[in-house]
């Protein structure tokens, strides 16, 4: 039994001093056989459909003589790494590190700083004219300028919670119904046990949602500033 419910997302489990539950964020790495980057195979394959779909969605999203390949390959990257994580911490005693707002943050908040660096110095009409939609009554532009602001200063803790939360949430869930297992009689644990199957489809679908859910938006603010 668990001394406390967060315990499952307790970064600081040690081996000889070494904060083992981290290197879960390059486990995946380890999985992926080396000859998928020599010879030509349906994983190889696989992974080539994957980017190029999701280079052609980015690639509406990305401003006019920034959709080649190169300008979308930090984004579909970016996807793949997140999905990565999510989905090793489906497994049992795996350490969901997007589970945490220090990766979270880590992620987003370089690219946020980068975009706006970016915009500011190489763009600072373009940015000005972000501050105030087209169309706003001219009483209105102090407040859309405060509004704007701040909408901007908070996209990174919003990209960083939101798959923060979504990543807690079902972990939780799954959790509290497991620690229910022991307590039940066999017709309310094959009912559990169904349940706990579904719940972790579900969590295989947020885990792709969000994945490409912060990878879009993260296009999306990179295009703003162009």
């Known amino acids: 039994m668990m001394s406390n419910l967060f315990s499952i997302f307790d970064p600081t489990t040690e081996i000889n001093s070494l904060p083992l539950n981290w290197t879960s964020t390059t486990l995946g790495l380890l999985l992926i056989p080396t000859s998928i980057w020599l010879i030509p195979s349906r994983n190889n394959m696989m992974i080539s459909l994957l980017m190029n779909k999701l280079h052609s969605e980015m ?3 990305l401003s006019k003589g920034n959709q080649n390949k190169g300008n979308s390959f930090i984004f579909t990257s970016l996807f793949l790494m997140i999905l990565m994580n999510n989905f090793l911490g489906l497994f049992p005693y795996v350490f969901t590190s997007t589970s945490h707002l220090t990766l979270t943050l880590t992620l987003a908040l370089p ?5 706006m660096l970016f915009g500011w110095i190489k763009n600072t009409n373009h940015m000005f004219e972000h501050l105030v939609p087209q169309g706003t009554p001219t009483m209105l532009m102090p407040f859309m300028v405060v509004i704007e602001t701040i909408s901007n200063l908070i996209r990174p803790g919003t990209l960083a919670v939101r798959l923060t939360a979504n990543m807690i949430a079902g972990h939780l869930l799954l959790t509290l119904l497991g620690n229910n297992g022991p307590a039940m009689n066999h017709t309310l644990l094959t009912i559990l046990i ?16 969000q994945s490409y859910v ?4 993260s296009t999306l603010y990179s295009s703003e500033v162009n």
């Open 194 to 209: 169904a349940a706990q199957i579904l719940l972790l489809i579900l969590e295989a679908a947020v885990a792709i949602i």
């Open 59 to 61: 690639k509406t999203i």
């Open 214 to 217: 912060f990878a879009i938006l």
């Open 111 to 115: 690219l946020w700083v980068s975009f």
